[in-house]
């Protein structure tokens, strides 16, 4: 595998003289090198000298990455041996970064650290970090989907509660459609988006891939419920078969009134809190997502705390990370970013979180996110589910032929993996 991505090994060499040569030789500290993608990248700056502070003995050599280049560059770091010692990874990175034998365990350090509470973490984010029963991760933030929604619009339109499952939630987009007329729709489901047939997706009892994530499951009948909904949702006109670049701008189309719901993620409460017109400001909030039969799950997302295997410094990489693990810190990065906690303890700890009503949907969803498939080939399978499910609601495929096209397709792409399994080497007889 080294050698398969070898190419890329020069230009991590050269990063890491260039960064040799700008530390001070007087400065003896231990040095713990950081990698943080995004604009957490940039805030978490302002976190690090509290824990220099705490630990005079180590100094922390960030390195901001864009997201758009990080996962290349993360592989040419392990091709070369030059992968820092700490890396939030986004979540759905983790089990190809496990599966290459570039991940320390962290089980141990873990159970050894005083305040570091498995249970205290949603589930589903801590999951995201466990491969095989070992946890490899820790969640640094989370982040989940649910509707946003015009609560002046429901009221019009005769909603008098919110939506708990399919039915309800199909009703109430009944009621919107017949009250705002023809040219309105009910839900925006951008058909160059995946993520909201996922969500909806993973409410089902039955999985994704089937047989230890060797093939897909989409002609499960769970998934196929999900179809038939997400299909209904088009035919009855309660979402267009459009994708956002024929938007001109998803919140002042929200605040015209041109969908009463939007599935989003938490970074757009400050979106729309700086967006919606003045008078609109308290017409929106957001509610847990509905499922089947009941209130549903959904995916958790977010970045989780890795320490790289080859690492000299594993002892002051998981002190960092237990740093910024705490709630304290947790509720820092919230403040800071507007990032969600994956630790229950800081939602209760702070007033401002506990009582932000537009948070709270996402505090109780959060209670239900669950991890998506942990194969190294996931993002690619989530983008051929965009693919198919726009054919399906454009007509070009029946539910039965997306769902086995969808297979096909999944199948292909995990031929590889399947190879890996079949010949993995057994572990010799004690």
């Known amino acids: 595998m080294r050698a398969w991505l070898a190419c890329g090994v020069a230009g991590a060499a050269i990063a890491v003289l260039l960064a040799a040569c700008q530390r001070d030789p007087a400065d003896s500290r231990e040095v713990v090198r950081f990698w943080a993608m995004g ?22 050599d960030l390195q901001q990455l864009p997201w758009t280049a990080a996962h290349e560059k993360l592989l040419t770091a392990f091709a070369g041996d030059a992968l820092p010692d700490v890396v939030p990874l986004g979540n759905t990175w983790i089990a190809e970064f496990a599966a290459l034998g570039a991940l320390e365990p962290l089980d141990t350090r873990i159970a050894a650290t005083p305040g570091f509470a498995r249970e205290d973490f949603f589930a589903g984010a801590w999951d995201s970090g466990v491969i095989d029963g070992q946890a490899y991760a820790v969640p640094w933030y989370v982040e989940t989907r649910v509707p946003y929604y015009r609560k002046d619009l429901l009221a019009k339109a005769g909603v008098a509660s919110l ?14 459609k017949h009250q705002a007329g023809p040219d309105q729709a009910a839900i925006l489901l951008p058909l ?23 093939y897909g499951n989409f002609r499960s009948a769970g998934f196929k419920r999900t179809l038939t909904f997400y299909l209904e949702l088009f035919d009855l006109g309660y979402a267009p078969r459009i994708d956002n670049t024929r938007i001109s701008n998803v919140w002042d189309e929200f605040g015209k ?69 705490e709630p304290e810190q947790q509720l820092r990065l919230h403040e800071l970013t507007g990032d969600l906690p994956p630790r229950r303890s800081p939602w209760t700890a702070s007033k401002t979180l506990a009582n932000d009503p537009y948070a709270a949907a996402f505090r109780d969803q959060l209670e239900r996110a669950v991890p998506a498939p942990k194969v190294p080939e996931w993002e690619r399978i989530a983008q051929e589910m965009r693919i198919v499910g726009e054919q399906l609601a454009n007509h070009k495929v029946s539910v039965d032929e997306a769902a086995a096209e969808l297979d096909r397709r999944a199948d292909a792409i995990l031929t590889k993996r399947r190879w890996m399994l079949d010949h993995k080497p057994t572990a010799p007889a004690q």
């Open 192 to 214: 160059n988006e995946f993520e909201p047939l996922l969500n909806l997706a993973v409410q089902q009892a039955d999985p994704l891939l089937r047989d230890d994530g060797r």
């Open 163 to 176: 939506p708990q499952d399919w039915p309800q939630w199909k009703a109430a987009m009944a009621a919107i």
């Open 39 to 60: 604009y957490e990248g940039e805030v978490v700056a302002k976190m690090l000298p509290e824990f220099e502070r705490r630990n005079p003995g180590i100094r922390v």
């Open 257 to 325: 009134g041109t969908f009463s719901f939007y599935i989003s993620g938490p970074w757009n409460i400050a979106e729309f809190k700086k967006r919606m017109p003045e008078d609109l400001r308290d017409a929106w909030t957001t509610m847990p997502l509905p499922g089947p039969n009941g209130p549903g799950a959904s995916i958790a997302g977010g970045t989780s705390f890795v320490v790289f295997k080859e690492s000299q410094r594993k002892d002051a990489a998981w002190k960092l990370i237990a740093f910024l693990s």
